[in-house]
């Protein structure tokens, strides 16, 4: 088994990540923290993970702000 008790994203899908970004920014405020347009334009979970699931730079972005968010304030 691959345990990783050090990693504060083990265990948490993107979908969690994305959903409660949205909750505690709303997509506006969260386009604005991270410019991509599947945040700015016509937003939804659908295809900002579908985005996502693609594109390693901008998911990197997004779990780090999920990190920032849970456990720095």
């Not at 083990?10 to 405020?29: F, Q, R, S």
């Not at 604005?32 to 993970?49: G, K, Y």
Request: aromatic share 10%; with cysteine; hydrophobic share 40%.
């Amino acid at each position: 088994m691959n345990d990783q008790p050090n990693n504060p994203l083990h265990g948490v899908t993107l979908e969690k990540i994305v959903t409660e970004l949205v909750a505690n920014y709303g997509w506006k405020a969260l386009g604005e923290q991270i410019d991509i347009r599947c945040f700015t334009h016509d937003p939804s979970i659908a295809s900002s993970l579908k985005f996502l699931r693609r594109t390693p730079w901008a998911r990197e972005k997004v779990e780090a702000l999920y990190v920032f968010m849970k456990y720095d304030q």
